[in-house]
């Protein structure tokens, strides 16, 4: 067998690879010594990493410098360098292996060929690394930075809280006052007055430099309350620093920043400056430092130079508010009114109780309710820690009131986030549903809502509170830490919650922590490396463990008791083996190990027929767990970006209830002739992201009219691209021959976003794409080198399209051909346009005057562009636009570079008053800018930067001289000799890696980045 095996190998190299492009002389390199051809790898990733820790370090310096942000290109370059960095890893391991056969003394040169070209590849996708790697310092950072955060405003409530505003707004304004607290029970209101203050601060420049925002919790300590500092001012600090050195960085950054102001609310221990990090606040440094607490000994403790306490409400300020959450309709009852004023007192003026028992009898008009709620309220008796027992039985009050006892153990599940956490409200419903808290009957679609129902219900009670992140508020929730306290109170007494999230705990709670009667458990975002012990916990429900290392494993016995368990999630840690002991949960609902990077084997499966979420997304395992087939009630299913070779797709149709599909990176899927037919068979799917190897496999899946009972889909033909952001109802071609001929009806006209790269058979979007695309908002076409141009005016508008960005079209001669009809483009803000040689006029005049949205222009590396905008060839006689005026009301960056033909942005007068930055690289005709022929106060106030060459500069001061004397001090010289791969890079370079493409989840989820 071993002389057959290597005769196999020699036949392998000869036929096998006899049509490589690769040289004789390279191919014998590879086989002859590998680790020499290794060698030479890794000599270019030494390089790649020495680069990798300049730009790093450069980073660093314009955050804490500038407050600037990394750009979304240099944070995917950071990504695929990590990526090619953990590729090498394993590489390694598998060359210097021993590669041989007939026991080790006939080389086995087959397997020694493969492992070269494999190199020669990867050596391929360093040196793109490298080549991309230098950028300018316009592509490294965003430009505008930051002074703050501003938070959703809050109404304050009674004069009481207006006249601690104005003292505290006092304090701030006299230099001679450095450190402030205000003090107060919980849920008194503080935070909200710190937080108009903190909007106020930053609306007004000349007074704070910088405002900085930290929130504090009862179990922070020195290292976490720097740790929160430094991320708000974009420093990071090194596992080993110590103390000392985490607050001299600190300090250091701080003095750069000028007059920072550094509010920390809830604190809850004294700190000494000093070993912060914060500059001592004196008159010269313009720093101060203001404190919300609960006790006035931490005041005096922070050595406080004014202190302010928050009272509760007055009767009369507490009835106002009352009165509003409760409503005036429910009040005209003069026996309501009275038991309503009750009420009102037995809430002591506390506002977190006012509001909340007041929105829990809105509009309620039977009054046998108003005497039990009184009842209830004066015979409410309870104790919680560090929250006064009136507050917390008035509160505890608001938990009884929820409609019933789904919505109450619905809310109860938010406490298993660690404290002051930034729920996913997606993710929250999702753990109710498979918790079975959402009822036992119904699809998961069905459920969802109902569960959005629920979530609606308690932030409409002030049980949870909305917000802002990513520009949404309803996607995000906060538990209040009061209430939170009160959660943990309640549960506490019966032991049925074990609630340890984000304590950064190293040991595993002990064996008499694990009571019996424990139904939920959360350990999420800890530092626990192991768990040693086997818990007798028969009536666990849910065990969240996301965010730990576990990286010396699983006790094997660790589940055996645990028969109830329906919520299993170890996603994010670094677990290689899971115990065999998984195989007995036979209740278990959900499984989840999302990046579980080391993941290479999941015990058999068979008995687990109550499961309805798996997923295994993006973890290392090559070999499909065992008993598949008896997911009879799986609903959700992720394998995208795994390792298994072997996919059992016929499996997929005996899931008679799955209802989201992701397989995005297997392409071991969409090979299989019964690919198609598979996924069509698949009739309860209302969520599938998959990739199809060929225009035909998806021409033949489109015309089954599955996709018609799809609620969201992400589709990508052609090959996986290595990196791409594309989210809800979005579809790509990646190098695929696409036909202008097909039938418009071929797509459902859902589309939200679209891609084609490196496409063939178009001169332009075709009418299929522009007839489904008509509520398109991203459209990006790169190095389709037969398009001539973008769109045609007849066929679409694309009004809704608000992201449009081209690259690499070497024969784009215009973006729309004919005359563009009313509300063409209307509602585009992004335009980037790169490399297109063959333009020569970006927009036409025409078009101009719809695109009132536009905030960001891009046009960077077109040999042949010489206006940006005019009239154009096919417009020659149509009227001129206000008479040589145009008027862009939004635009607010401009950004020009490589582009040596260009002369004239606009022949007349442009009006941008929202304009703040303008850069313009390498282009040296360009001698006029349309903005400054005259120029406007309004601009002169929006302006913050104009980054260009000094020569650049003189040139415009010969016809703008007037304007650019104004404008000197916004204008940031790049040196004249910047090499063109120092500048001109920042539009290339796009690759990534396909684990940098997670759409589940979020930034802040428990489960998965988004």
Not at 245 to 259: D, H, M, N, P, V
Not at 300 to 316: D, N, Q
Not at 571 to 579: A, D, E, K, M, V
Request: with cysteine; proline share 3%; aromatic share 8%.
């Amino acid at each position: 067998m071993e002389i057959a095996g290597a005769i196999a190998s020699i036949v392998q190299l000869f036929c096998g690879h006899c049509c490589s492009n690769d040289s004789v002389s390279e191919r014998c390199s590879h086989m002859r010594k590998p680790k020499k051809v290794l060698q030479i790898l890794e000599d270019k990733m030494e390089l790649l990493t020495a680069r990798e820790d300049d730009v790093k370090q450069k980073l660093q310096v314009e955050k804490v410098w500038n407050g600037m942000d990394p750009t979304a290109e240099v944070k995917l370059w950071l990504e695929n360098v990590q990526k090619m960095k953990n590729i090498m890893t394993s590489l390694k391991k598998e060359i210097q292996d021993n590669i041989s056969c007939l026991c080790g003394y006939f080389p086995n040169y087959y397997r020694r060929l493969k492992l070269g070209n494999s190199v020669t590849k990867k050596m391929r996708k360093v040196q793109e690394l490298l080549d991309n790697s230098r950028f300018s310092d316009s592509s490294l950072v965003n430009m505008v930075p930051g002074r703050g955060k501003t938070f959703p405003g809050t109404t304050l409530v009674g004069e009481t809280a207006k006249g601690i505003l104005l003292r505290t707004w006092e304090y701030l304004m006299d230099e001679n006052i450095g450190i402030i607290g205000i003090y107060g029970m919980g849920g008194v209101g503080k935070t909200s007055i710190i937080k108009e203050i903190n909007n106020q601060l930053l609306s007004k420049k000349a007074i704070f430099d910088n405002v900085i925002w930290v929130t504090a919790s009862k179990d922070i300590n020195l290292e976490k309350l720097q740790k929160h500092i430094a991320k708000e001012i974009g420093l990071s600090f090194h596992d080993e620093d110590s103390e000392i050195t985490r607050a001299s960085e600190l300090f250091e950054a701080l003095q750069r920043r000028g007059r920072c102001l550094l509010i920390i609310d809830d604190l809850w221990e004294a700190y000494s400056l000093e070993n912060i990090g914060f500059p001592n606040p004196t008159k010269e440094n313009g720093c101060k430092l203001l404190i919300t607490t609960r006790s006035s000994n931490v005041c005096r403790c922070m050595e406080t130079v004014r202190e302010i306490e928050v009272h509760v409400l007055s009767m009369e300020e507490a009835w106002d508010l009352f009165q509003q959450k409760v409503g005036e309709e429910v009040l005209s009852s003069p026996r309501i009114r009275d038991l309503a004023k009750d009420v009102a007192k037995e809430c002591a003026g506390l506002p977190l109780a006012l509001i909340t028992v007041g929105r829990a009898l809105r509009k309620e008009n039977n009054i046998r309710q108003w005497q039990a709620a009184l009842t209830e309220l004066r015979n409410s008796t309870a104790n919680i820690e560090g929250v006064d027992n009136q507050v917390f039985a008035r509160l505890r009050f608001s938990y009884d009131r929820l409609k019933d006892d789904m919505t109450r153990s619905c809310f109860l599940y938010c406490a298993l986030y660690p404290e002051d956490h930034i729920i996913e409200t997606e993710e929250l419903i999702k753990y109710w549903l498979w918790d079975s808290l959402l009822g036992s009957f119904g699809s998961q679609i069905v459920k969802m809502r109902l569960g959005k129902m629920i979530l609606n219900e308690l932030k409409s009670a002030c049980m949870l509170e909305g917000v802002y992140q990513d520009g949404h508020t309803d996607e995000y929730v906060k538990m209040h830490d009061v209430i939170r306290d009160m959660v943990i109170a309640l549960t506490r007494v019966n032991s049925s919650f074990m609630i340890k999230a984000g304590l950064g705990l190293q040991v595993p709670p002990v064996e008499n922590e694990w009571p019996p009667d424990l139904e939920r458990v959360s350990l999420m975002r800890n530092d626990l490396s192991s768990l040693s012990r086997e818990p007798k916990c028969p009536k666990l429900c849910t065990l969240l463990l996301q965010y730990n290392s576990i990286n010396k494993g699983i006790h094997p016995t660790f589940f055996r008791h645990m028969q109830n368990l329906k919520v299993l999630n170890l996603s994010y840690t670094g677990i290689h083996r899971l115990p065999e002991s998984l195989s007995d949960l036979e209740n278990l609902h959900a499984l989840l190990l999302c990046s579980c990077w080391n993941l290479c084997y999941v015990p058999t499966l068979e008995k687990l027929k109550e499961l309805r979420v798996l997923d295994l997304s993006y973890t290392s395992i090559e070999h499909m767990p065992e008993g598949m087939n008896m997911f009879v009630k799986l609903q959700h299913l992720n394998l995208s970006y795994t390792k298994v070779y072997e996919i059992p797709i016929l499996v997929l149709p005996k899931y008679k209830f799955l209802e989201s599909l992701f397989i995005i990176g297997l392409w071991q899927f969409s090979l299989q002739p019964t690919f198609v037919d598979v996924l069509a068979s698949c009739s309860s799917l209302a969520v599938l992201k998959a990739n199809f190897s060929t225009m035909q496999e998806f021409d033949k899946y489109v015309a089954s009219g599955h996709w018609y009972m799809l609620d969201s889909f992400r589709f990508f033909i052609g090959y996986i691209p290595s990196s791409t952001h594309t989210g809800k109802n979005s579809i790509g071609f990646f190098g695929v021959h696409i036909c202008e001929r097909l039938n418009p009806a071929w797509l459902p006209g859902r589309i939200l976003e679209l891609e084609i790269h490196e496409c063939s058979g178009i001169t332009h979007l075709p009418v299929f794409i522009t007839a489904a695309a008509s509520r398109l908002q991203l459209c990006k076409i790169r190095y389709c080198d037969e398009m001539k141009w973008i769109f045609t005016a007849e066929w679409s508008s694309f009004s809704n399209l608000e992201w449009l960005e081209i690259e690499g079209l070497s024969n784009l001669s215009q973006i729309c051909k004919g005359i563009p009809p009313a509300g063409t483009l209307a509602s585009l803000k992004i335009l980037q346009v790169t490399a297109c040689n063959d333009l020569k006029i970006l927009l036409p005049l025409v078009l101009v005057q719809h695109l009132r949205n536009l905030e960001e222009i891009t046009i960077q590396n077109c040999d042949k562009i010489m206006e940006i905008i005019a009239a154009g060839e096919e417009n020659q006689g149509v009227t001129e636009v206000n008479d040589g005026e145009i008027i862009l009301p939004r635009l607010q960056k401009l950004k020009l570079s490589y582009l040596p033909e260009l002369k004239h942005i606009f022949n007349g007068i442009m009006t941008c008053d929202s304009l703040s930055s303008i850069e313009v690289y390498r282009c040296t005709e360009l001698k006029m800018l349309p903005f400054f022929v005259e120029i406007r106060q309004q601009l002169l106030r929006s302006l913050k930067q104009i980054k260009g060459t000094k020569r650049w500069w003189r040139a415009l001061e010969r016809n703008h001289e007037d304007a650019l004397n104004l404008l000197y001090p916004v204008f940031k010289e790049v040196q004249e000799n910047s090499s063109l791969e120092e500048e001109g890079e920042e539009g290339e370079g796009e690759e990534g890696d396909m684990c940098s493409v997670h759409s589940e989840g979020s930034i802040n989820s428990s489960y998965g980045p988004r």
